[in-house]
């Protein structure tokens, strides 16, 4: 694509980047002529969307070879890479490929079954023996004798007993004791040798004796998002500083659900595709289902690659009839596994990877965002389509736009996208995108739409665990972008850097929940990203500017905060002074906040009880010159610091620092590396503010390292003063207040002592107000912690 830019014209490239929303039917009119005669731009479009020339089409041969490496493996007992083997044949393997006249993808899935269950996991196991079992079921084949077709007789496949033996085990594994009988019972009735009943009536007769049933575990899902109805009333209005935005109607309670969405159109991260379902975006398992039609996508069941809208997983089934003498019940049991209840996309779920599962290159190799642009415009197409309307482009989403704002090489490279996913497009719907400057130009509109509007669909790293506290700090509060959305309602909430919402993701599913109680006509807003106390005021602005387009002037970042004056303050050099000294940066945005305040009130709403911090905010408040705020005066005492002093001896100490972190991710740390940091550590507490937010990483830092080393106990003193500066920077109640508060009680939990009933009580209030009735279900340690305390009461 590069080397496509590079062709282009200078005084093309100077119309481009000078061009306004105006300008753009002219200048995509310009760059179409200009392609057309470019045999660069045609060689690149046939690269992109002929299916002989890609690298993401199937391919049996690859898929056997794979295989064969599997089953080397297991039969070497090398289960591990046996199943990565397996997995890698699944991908490339065509549905109705055949190996030894037995269907290859049936026969991968229940190779890989059986390393599955070898590695003691076997939910996984269970479910691809289900896979399997749907394309080649346990029915008898009609096999007609001679040319005599009143001579039938019902054929096996030599397989089949001992996959439904394997599923009989698995499920005895898992306790679903019901299901393991009726397995075993089909198993039976398939199995022909004498020693094979012989072993399955033994392990019946075992299963026999247990009298705890449990349910099906055949694959289904839980709908969480239908468990809970909106109750709040609101209004989108237009505001004079900020456009439209969500007010409410009525008071709201703090933690009441106020939206719920699914997306317009959403994609995968590239960097998730191998990590995170392509659907549902939940992270993936050791049993992955790969697209039917090519090896781009994977998913985590079967339910998600047939609601993505590749080809119909279900349509490779297999056309047998039952076997005369299977009672019902066994009759039923075979088609509850083999028939799963999930239907195709319909016209609100569309399927939105159809038209990119044809064995074509572009959809890998084109940016996220503009491959989400292609799935929305054909949703709007296919609905259109449905409804007996047009076809425009322009109206989709009645969303804001900021081309004017684009710098020049984004105008140019929307540009040149627009016209190659036109051309990619082109090729399911050519008559309803004619390669024309009006539907360029509409893509650039609409690329410009997703640029500002889309939300990145983020799961927290431990939200999956299945154990409910562990105390490995490594990911505890780690923030992962797995995907890129358009929710047209979401997009109407306005920003703020102190929102009184929060939002999070159910699968594919936006939920916002109010965070505080909120008067009726007050304005709803969520964080696009940045918040106080994680990031100071400029770092703040720069982000919301290059990102959306806009200067935030939301409360925070328009009156001075003690957050935004700690965050990355020095110490002053005076004994017994708490007074916060700041750089020229820091100090040009607080200037900016004070010169719009007629007084520091705003100051005294974030004012704690700790007596060094109640005196430097009366102290600024109480000031009517300002000359004192000064890059190195001190705010509290007005002594002047060397910053440039204290800068060097703080760069000196974050290089022994970031070698001891360096160790615990490489696994080298030793206890002379730590102690070598703690060293350097006292550097910093002696030339940082005490709240300063860099300390409370440093202090967090060595708790992960002496948690890693066994030193439990130093853990958690490190982690406590961690969370004391966070606090003051955050206050009580923010989320990262709860997953600090997480990490104290994992620490606790693994010294063996009960967790504090203080950390308990506040980790479930903090998770219900920002997660309400859906904290349970996204945090298992929640809900040991709530079960917890209700045993202790």
Same mark, same amino acid.
């Given at each position: 694509?590069?080397?496509?830019?590079?062709?282009?014209?200078?005084?093309?490239?100077?119309?481009?980047?000078?061009?306004?929303?105006?300008?753009?039917?002219?200048?995509?009119?310009?760059?179409?002529?200009?392609?057309?005669?470019?045999?660069?731009?045609?060689?690149?479009?046939?690269?992109?969307?002929?299916?002989?020339?890609?690298?993401?089409?199937?391919?049996?041969?690859?898929?056997?070879?794979?295989?064969?490496?599997?089953?080397?493996?297991?039969?070497?007992?090398?289960?591990?890479?046996?199943?990565?083997?397996?997995?890698?044949?699944?991908?490339?393997?065509?549905?109705?490929? @055949?190996?030894? @006249?037995?269907?290859?993808?049936?026969?991968?899935?229940?190779?890989?079954?059986?390393?599955?269950?070898?590695?003691?996991?076997?939910?996984?196991?269970?479910? &691809?023996?289900?896979?399997?079992?749907?394309?080649?079921?346990?029915?008898?084949?009609?096999?007609?004798?001679?040319? &005599?077709?009143?001579?039938?007789?019902?054929?096996?496949?030599? !397989?089949?007993?001992?996959?439904?033996?394997?599923?009989? =085990?698995?499920?005895?594994?898992?306790?679903?004791?019901? &299901?393991?009988?009726?397995?075993?019972?089909?198993?039976?009735?398939? *199995?022909?040798?004498?020693?094979?009943?012989?072993?399955?009536?033994?392990?019946?007769n075992q299963l026999v004796d247990q009298s705890r049933l449990r349910t099906s575990a055949i694959e289904k899902q839980h709908d969480c998002s239908a468990d809970e109805p909106l109750q709040? *009333?609101?209004?989108?209005?237009?505001?004079?500083?900020?456009?439209?935005?969500?007010?409410?109607?009525?008071?709201?309670?703090?933690?009441?659900?106020?939206?719920?969405?699914?997306? $317009?159109?959403?994609?995968?991260?590239?960097?998730?595709?191998?990590? $995170?379902?392509a659907f549902c975006f939940k992270e993936l398992q050791a049993d992955t289902v790969p697209c039917v039609s090519c090896s781009i996508p994977?998913?985590?069941?079967?339910?998600?690659?047939?609601?993505?809208?590749?080809?119909?997983?279900?349509?490779?089934?297999?056309?047998?009839?039952?076997?005369?003498?299977?009672?019902?019940?066994?009759?039923?049991?075979?088609?509850?596994?083999?028939?799963?209840?999930?239907?195709?996309? #319909?016209?609100?779920?569309?399927?939105?990877?159809?038209?990119?599962?044809?064995?074509?290159?572009?959809?890998?190799?084109?940016?996220? #965002?503009?491959?989400?642009?292609?799935?929305?415009?054909?949703?709007?197409?296919?609905?259109?389509?449905?409804?007996?309307?047009?076809?425009?482009?322009?109206?989709?989403?009645?969303?804001?736009?900021?081309?004017?704002?684009?710098?020049?090489?984004?105008?140019?490279?929307?540009?040149?996208?627009?016209?190659?996913?036109?051309?990619?497009?082109?090729?399911?719907?050519?008559?309803?995108?004619?390669? /024309?400057?009006?539907?360029?130009?509409?893509?650039?509109?609409?690329?410009?739409?997703?640029?500002?509007?889309?939300?990145?669909?983020?799961?927290?790293?431990?939200?999956?665990?299945?154990?409910?506290?562990?105390?490995?700090?490594?990911?505890?509060?780690?923030?992962?972008?797995?995907?890129?959305?358009?929710?047209?309602?979401?997009?109407?909430?306005?920003?703020?850097?102190?929102?009184?919402?929060?939002?999070?993701?159910?699968?594919?599913?936006?939920?916002?929940?109010?965070? @505080?109680?909120?008067?009726?006509?007050?304005?709803?807003?969520?964080?696009?990203?940045?918040?106080?106390?994680?990031?100071?005021?400029?770092?703040?602005?720069?982000?919301?500017?290059?990102?959306?387009?806009?200067?935030?002037?939301?409360?925070?970042?328009?009156?001075?905060?003690?957050?935004?004056?700690?965050?990355?303050?020095?110490?002053?050099?005076?004994?017994?002074?708490?007074?916060?000294?700041?750089?020229?940066?820091?100090?040009?945005?607080?200037? @900016?906040?004070?010169? $719009?305040?007629?007084?520091?009130?705003?100051?005294?709403?974030?004012?704690?009880?700790?007596?060094?911090?109640? =005196?430097?905010?009366?102290?600024?408040?109480?000031?009517?010159?300002?000359?004192?705020?000064?890059?190195?005066?001190?705010?509290?005492?007005?002594?002047?610091?060397?910053?440039?002093?204290?800068? =060097?001896?703080?760069?000196?100490?974050?290089?022994?620092?970031?070698?001891?972190?360096?160790?615990?991710?490489?696994?080298?740390?030793?206890?002379?590396?730590?102690? /070598?940091?703690?060293?350097?550590?006292?550097?910093?507490?002696?030339?940082?503010?005490?709240?300063? %937010?860099?300390?409370?990483?440093?202090?967090?830092?060595?708790?992960?390292?002496?948690?890693?080393?066994?030193?439990?106990?130093?853990?958690?003193? $490190?982690?406590?003063?961690?969370?004391?500066?966070?606090?003051?920077?955050?206050?009580?109640?923010?989320?990262?207040?709860?997953?600090?508060?997480?990490?104290?009680?994992?620490?606790?939990?693994?010294?063996?002592? *009960?967790?504090?009933?203080?950390?308990?009580?506040?980790?479930?209030?903090?998770?219900? %107000?920002?997660?309400?009735?859906?904290?349970?279900?996204?945090?298992?340690?929640?809900?040991?912690?709530? =079960?917890?305390? !209700?045993?202790?009461?």
């Amino acid at each position: 694509m590069e080397k496509l830019k590079s062709v282009i014209p200078e005084t093309l490239k100077h119309k481009i980047s000078h061009s306004t929303a105006a300008d753009l039917d002219s200048t995509c009119s310009s760059l179409l002529d200009f392609f057309t005669n470019l045999p660069l731009f045609h060689q690149l479009v046939r690269d992109l969307t002929d299916p002989l020339v890609a690298l993401c089409g199937k391919n049996k041969e690859a898929a056997l070879e794979a295989k064969a490496k599997g089953n080397q493996c297991f039969t070497d007992g090398d289960y591990s890479n046996a199943l990565q083997f397996y997995s890698q044949a699944l991908r490339s393997a065509p549905m109705d490929a @055949e190996d030894n @006249e037995r269907n290859l993808v049936a026969t991968l899935y229940l190779n890989r079954a059986s390393s599955l269950h070898k590695l003691g996991l076997f939910l996984e196991s269970l479910q &691809d023996c289900n896979r399997g079992l749907i394309l080649s079921p346990v029915y008898a084949k009609v096999m007609i004798l001679g040319s &005599d077709t009143s001579y039938l007789y019902f054929c096996f496949c030599p !397989c089949t007993a001992s996959t439904w033996f394997r599923r009989a =085990k698995a499920n005895s594994s898992l306790g679903y004791y019901e &299901d393991a009988i009726n397995d075993f019972g089909v198993s039976m009735e398939i *199995e022909t040798s004498l020693s094979g009943k012989r072993q399955i009536e033994n392990e019946l007769n075992q299963l026999v004796d247990q009298s705890r049933l449990r349910t099906s575990a055949i694959e289904k899902q839980h709908d969480c998002s239908a468990d809970e109805p909106l109750q709040v *009333e609101l209004q989108c209005v237009s505001t004079p500083n900020k456009g439209r935005g969500m007010i409410s109607l009525t008071n709201i309670p703090m933690a009441s659900l106020i939206h719920k969405e699914d997306p $317009h159109g959403a994609i995968i991260l590239k960097h998730c595709r191998e990590t $995170h379902c392509a659907f549902c975006f939940k992270e993936l398992q050791a049993d992955t289902v790969p697209c039917v039609s090519c090896s781009i996508p994977l998913y985590c069941s079967l339910k998600c690659q047939v609601q993505a809208g590749g080809e119909d997983f279900l349509k490779y089934k297999a056309k047998y009839r039952f076997k005369l003498d299977l009672s019902d019940d066994l009759e039923r049991h075979i088609r509850n596994v083999t028939s799963p209840s999930f239907s195709s996309p #319909d016209v609100k779920h569309f399927a939105e990877h159809r038209h990119e599962c044809q064995g074509m290159h572009w959809p890998a190799v084109l940016p996220s #965002d503009v491959v989400l642009a292609g799935r929305v415009i054909v949703k709007h197409i296919e609905e259109q389509a449905y409804g007996g309307l047009d076809h425009n482009v322009h109206k989709i989403l009645d969303l804001c736009q900021n081309y004017g704002q684009l710098s020049s090489d984004t105008k140019l490279e929307f540009h040149v996208y627009s016209i190659i996913l036109l051309c990619c497009l082109q090729r399911f719907y050519a008559t309803k995108l004619p390669l /024309n400057s009006t539907k360029t130009s509409e893509i650039i509109m609409l690329l410009s739409k997703i640029r500002i509007n889309s939300m990145a669909v983020v799961r927290m790293k431990y939200s999956d665990v299945k154990q409910p506290l562990n105390y490995d700090l490594t990911s505890s509060v780690e923030q992962i972008e797995v995907a890129q959305a358009v929710y047209s309602g979401g997009s109407l909430f306005n920003h703020s850097c102190e929102p009184n919402i929060h939002a999070y993701f159910l699968s594919r599913t936006l939920f916002m929940r109010a965070t @505080e109680n909120v008067t009726a006509g007050s304005e709803m807003e969520l964080s696009y990203g940045p918040q106080v106390g994680q990031w100071d005021c400029g770092k703040r602005r720069m982000f919301l500017k290059d990102r959306y387009s806009f200067i935030c002037k939301c409360s925070s970042c328009a009156q001075a905060n003690l957050s935004d004056l700690f965050h990355g303050g020095y110490r002053c050099i005076k004994p017994n002074c708490y007074g916060v000294v700041l750089d020229s940066g820091v100090i040009k945005y607080e200037k @900016e906040k004070i010169g $719009h305040c007629e007084r520091l009130s705003c100051l005294q709403d974030h004012v704690p009880s700790d007596d060094s911090i109640s =005196k430097l905010a009366h102290y600024m408040y109480e000031q009517t010159d300002y000359h004192w705020l000064e890059p190195g005066s001190c705010l509290g005492c007005a002594t002047f610091c060397d910053l440039q002093a204290s800068k =060097k001896s703080i760069s000196k100490a974050e290089v022994h620092i970031q070698r001891m972190k360096d160790a615990v991710t490489s696994g080298a740390l030793t206890t002379n590396l730590l102690m /070598n940091a703690l060293r350097y550590v006292d550097i910093l507490r002696a030339k940082l503010h005490p709240f300063n %937010r860099r300390l409370a990483e440093v202090e967090d830092n060595i708790a992960q390292a002496f948690c890693l080393i066994g030193d439990l106990q130093a853990g958690m003193d $490190h982690c406590r003063a961690s969370f004391e500066i966070l606090e003051k920077l955050y206050g009580e109640s923010h989320i990262a207040i709860g997953n600090e508060l997480i990490k104290l009680a994992s620490i606790q939990f693994s010294m063996g002592q *009960e967790i504090s009933s203080d950390y308990t009580t506040r980790i479930v209030a903090i998770f219900s %107000r920002y997660y309400g009735s859906h904290a349970e279900i996204m945090f298992p340690y929640v809900r040991y912690l709530k =079960k917890e305390s !209700c045993r202790v009461v």
